[in-house]
């Protein structure tokens, strides 16, 4: 008996989970956080508590309720009987947090499969962020931490790429590349004994590598899957209108906004981004700028030039600077630094506010290192480019406006150029109608204007289906939207 059972990215944007049960074997296809549902309880001093182990996320929902899938140290801490494991491996689409985070709650005998580059991101991030209950994927320090020397457990991470036939239990799992906001994006085309599954993971047809995406259409669509989970994140989309559909357009507006510019510029945009990343890295080489990327983004540099089909420069590149924030004392000495943060500190390419050459330079700060302009103090003619998508829900509109008053503080330009890691409407029913499923999930897909904060209605989720029904009918032979733990069998 072949069965799906979804534990998130339902009626929302992330956090999938997906369970296939195949003969016996069980697999996860993605264990992600759910941004959502994490913000209807929590925020950044409200955060679920370490000390309860999962007790927390189980009780507002953030994780489901399953016994053989948790680490032994915490489902003994929260006084229960852990069980060995139930799940033969995890999938990991991608190196998203709304797909991988929550594998951090993972059993430990549970095998993690994923693409080199995602364990790439995945690495720089182990070594750069602290600690923490919800990111410890890669490792983990059981539970109750007595000794924080004592070395963290390592997890068993498999990696594949486009090609492999991954063998588990009674499935053949073929990862297939897809192109997304994010390096090393799989999609995954399952033979079970019913027939085929295919997941698309997230991805897009409008991106630099779309034959990637081809590539999964392709594959998938001569398995003629029994059953496709596709993502619908633009369905119906309001927010985005004004996006652009390619990166090259991103590339040329941007080049000739920089080229206007006689003062400092600053790019806002995702870092894990390796597609935007390389356009602001072209920009700055064909305007004589030096790209600048802050210490704490160097790390994923560090990882990701290791990726020769990347093709990404290393931090110590002479084409980047690396800033130096103020810490501590102030005064940039060594020791204000993260131990793991003072391999860059001794490269020679490192520069702080005071030394930075404004009209040379574009500075890589995302809205959360803004502050330092403070210590630079831009001079007149600076431009400010936001590279993301314009806020689409309340706390969005927050942060946004804040990051407003900034640029109007400093007088800087502001120019807004991005576009999206996701496909559009009309890319995912060219994508549905190539690979011809007999049945359609959607995951990964909310309703249109469904408010921030507000738990989802019945009465929305009955209308999304019914909209989603309408807009891609023909295209399968049935259409699901899936509800909360509820099993489908194939
Ligand atoms: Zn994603």
Sequence with gaps: MTKLTFYGGINEIGGNKILLEDDGTKIFLDFGMSFGKREEFFEE?????????????????????????????????????????IIAALFISHAHADHVNYASFFHEDIPFYCGRTALLILQSLNESKTRSIETEILDFKERPIRDYRMPPRKR?????????????????????????????????IIHTKRGVVAYTGDLRLHGRRSQMTE?????????????????????????REEEKEGEKQVMEECLGEVK??????????????????????????????????????????????????????????????????????????????????????????????????????????????IKELIDIRPLPKSLFIHSLSEPFNEEMEMTYQRLLNWVEHYKLKFFQSHCSGHASE?????????????????????????K?????????????????????????????LPEYGKTYEL
């Design 45 to 85: 001093y409200l955060s679920p508590r370490s000390s309860n182990a999962l007790g927390d996320f189980l009780e507002m929902g953030l994780i489901p309720n399953l016994e053989g899938v948790y680490r032994t140290d915490l489902v003994k801490l929260l006084g229960r009987e852990p069980k060995p494991s």
């Design 156 to 188: 068993k991470v498999i990696t594949f790429r486009t090609g492999d036939k991954i063998r588990v239990g009674s499935l053949l799992v073929e990862p297939v590349h897809v192109d997304h906001s994010v390096p090393g994006a799989y999609g995954f």
């Design 215 to 239: 590539d999964f259409i392709e594959k998938a669509g001569k398995a003629r899957p029994i059953a496709l989970i596709s993502e619908g994140t633009r369905f119906k989309e309001k927010h």
């Design 260 to 369: 206007k510019t006689t003062g400092l510029v600053v790019a806002d945009f995702n870092f894990k981004d390796s597609d935007r990343f390389k356009t602001f890295y072209t920009v700055a080489k064909e305007t004589k700028r030096k790209l600048v990327v802050h210490l704490s983004d160097a790390f994923l540099l560090k990882y990701l030039s290791r990726d020769t089909g990347l093709a990404l420069p290393p931090p110590d590149d002479s084409n980047i600077l690396i800033f130096l924030p103020k810490r501590k004392s102030g005064t940039y000495q060594e020791g204000d630094y993260l131990p793991p943060e003072r391999q860059f500190y001794k490269y020679p390419n490192t520069v702080t506010a005071e030394r930075l050459d404004q009209k040379k330079v574009i500075l890589c700060f995302s809205y959360w290192k």
């Design 426 to 450: 009309k890319e995912l029913k060219e994508i549905v109608k190539r690979i011809a499923p007999q049945k359609l999930f959607f995951v990964h897909i909310q309703p249109p204007g469904k």
């Design 452 to 480: 921030f904060l507000q738990p989802l209605k019945e009465k929305e989720a009955e209308e999304l289906k019914e909209l989603v029904q309408k807009e891609f009918q023909g295209l399968a032979q049935e259409i699901v």
